[in-house]
Structures are given as C-alpha cells and as structure tokens.
C-alpha cells in the first residue's frame, strides 16, 4: 500500500489515522520506511533530507552505529527489569555533570511526565498550588499545562475534558514581557509556586528571550520564593552540552529534558537542586513512580548518545546551523522577502511575517496559508520539515555540507513558490 492508501486504512483503526496530532498533515502524512543518518525513505519510494528529526530527539541522526551497538548488546540482557541498574546511575552521572542546574535527577518516559512531576515537585516543595506559564508555550500534553499552548497550532482550542479546577492554577502570561510577569506576581505571589518556560520557545517556532528577559526570570522569582523550571526538554543536550542553562549562564531550580536524552527512546527526566529532588518518593513525600522509568533501553541510549555530544561536537554542529542560516539569509535577501529567519544552534524556522517575533501574539499573525504552500514545495524538493509554521526545523550532526547546501536551495525556490516572485 501506499502513504495514501495506508492512511485511508489508518483512519479506520487509529484515531485520526495518526497517534500524535501534528502527524496529520493534508491531504495525508508520509508513511516511514526507514531512516538512516539525515534521510528519511517514505512507502512510495522518496527519499528526504530530515529536519524534523523526530522533532527533536535525533541530534545524531538515523540510525547511529554506536546507539545501535549498544542496544543490541542491551537488548540481549533484557529490556525492563523494575528494579535498579548501573547504567541509570551513570546516565544520571552524566546529566549532574553537564547540566549546571541538576544535582539529582529521576527518570521519567517522556517529556511530558517530566514536566507534569515537576509541576507537582515544585508545588509539594512551596506548598503553593499556582503556576505561571508562558502564552504558546508547550509543556506536553497534560491537564497543568494545556493552557493558552502552543506545538504546531496556531490557536490550539483550550481541550476538552480539562476540569477548570485544574486549570485555575494555572495563568499565562505574554513571553518576553517583564512587566505583565511582574504583575501579576505581585499580586498573587504568595500563592504561586513555580514559573516554566521553555528558554527558547519551540513550539510557536523559534523564539528567543529578550536580552536580560532570563536573568529578569531568575531575579523575580528567587525574591518572591517561587521556584524557576526550565522547560529544556527541546534545548536540553541541544543548545550546548549543558542546555539553554549553559548557553545563557542562567540557573533555575529545576529543569525537565527529553526528546534528545533517551537516544531515539522514549525517555523524559527532571532533575534539580539536592533539597528538593529529595522530596520526591521515596525519599520525599511528593509521589512519583513509573514502570518503566529509567528502561535500560532508553537509559542505554541515552548513554551513548550524551557521550558523542563532546564540545567538538557541539562546536560543529553550530557551525552548521550558522552556515545554513547565512545562506538561507542571502536567499531572503535576494529575493526581498518581508520574512523574518529566526533561530540559534542547530534550530531555524522562517517566519512568514514581517515582524520581529518576540511572542505567541505576533507569531500567530504569520501568513500560515503560505507557509503550507512552501512546505509542499519542499517537500516536492526532497525536504521535510515540520509541517507548520509553529513548529522548529533542526539539523543534526549528520547533516553534511552538500545536505545543507540542497535544504538551501529547496528552501530558495519553495520562498519563489510560495510568494509568487
Ligand atoms: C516535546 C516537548 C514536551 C513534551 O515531551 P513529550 O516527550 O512529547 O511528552 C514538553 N516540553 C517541550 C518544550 C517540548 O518541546
């Protein structure tokens, strides 16, 4: 069958035809074969280069040798045990060693757990129940959080089946916006027990914070003893070897990872200051449990993948980001594009709006009609990228420079395509 085809069949036995939403793009998703280093292979025989990437776990590419060679060896000792293993406490290792903020970590199975128990930690930890989110920010997909969220929409609908007692707890505010924090912390910050954000906002596209805007964070929220989260669960192992954390020289309490830390597994962590990790169970009293937190597969992936993630890597890896910014620049330049490219490290998106992006306000006033005609475009040309504006593009480390050099030129005729120039 075809990708068409197995849709249309698809859609008769999973919901939507998809398990995550934002796979359902019109008129319907390729279907995988296989991927190996950047490339992706479909059902209908296309091959292209990726700068999805799994949104965001595969920093190293498809199919990476070592990865696999540690699983399989892994994998013929047993694949969950419930109880302890070595590897756990040498992946932890390797986290408190990276990440300036992590003195204890747990292991969770996605990124979503890892913030829902963060949530909750810092709650248990200031025994205050409110929370601060950032409008369009995407924390995954839990009742806490999903507030005012972003992750591929544009204007997601708050969900359904969220009671309001729940969500009561949790208010937003504008990212970028020291005063509207600063606000509402005054008036209610006996009651607040945490402020998350994701340090680059990935999940309306890409969004940096203002200069001082994280250090304004970090000051607000030590004086007023709430607790600062740091969403790394995209920039986390991404940015640098220690996270946003490292690059911007910025500290919170706690910070929740995934994506990029279970190696192509699933696999989400939180992890934070000794004195309040200790409260999670079964030191603590802040319940946290899971079956399969800190699966010997993931962890074993997890493993090797933090140990190729060198500063030589990372030194490459922005070299190639930077490279590939420069000539997509050139390109709008050329053509004379009101379009506004965004992005550091290995993450870019092209806006489709004349604005600088500072927020979710401004970003959801992009051209998303034309940003789908370019995504066909690209796609035509052999490139897959996240197939909405809201989304991030990244690169990997097996993204080599002739890969670059075809995402630059697919990229200058679909802007043609899509602006009519
Ligand atoms: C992807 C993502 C999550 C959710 O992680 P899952 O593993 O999909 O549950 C949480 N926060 C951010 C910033 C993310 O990008």
Redesign the pocket.
Known sequence: MNSKELFKESKKYLSGGVDSPVRAFKPHPFFVEKARGSKIWDVDGNIYIDCCLG??PMILGHGNIKITEAIAKQLSNGTSYGAPTENEITLAKMVVDRVPSAQMVRFVN??????MSAIRLARGFTKKDKIIKFEG?????HDYVLVKSG?GAATLPDSLGIPKDTTKNTLSVPFNDEEALANLIKKQKDEIAAVIV?PVM??IGCVEPKKGFLEFLREITRENNILLIF?E??TGFRLSKGGAQTYYHIVPDIV?M??IIGGGF?M?AFAGKKEIMEMIAPSGNVYQAGTFNGNPISVTAGISTLKQLDQTFYKDLNKKGNFLREKIAEIIEDLDLNVNLVGLSSMFQIYFNSKKVLNYEIAKQSDTAKFLVYFKELMKNGIFIPPSQFECNFISCAHNKEDLAEIAIAIESSLKIAWNK
Not at 110 to 115: I, K, L, Y
Not at 137 to 141: D, E, L, T
């Open positions: 949104y965001g996605s990124g979503t757990e890892a913030t920010s995407y924390h995954g997909a992750s994701e990935g999940n969403d669960v995209i929740t995934g994506k699933p989400g």
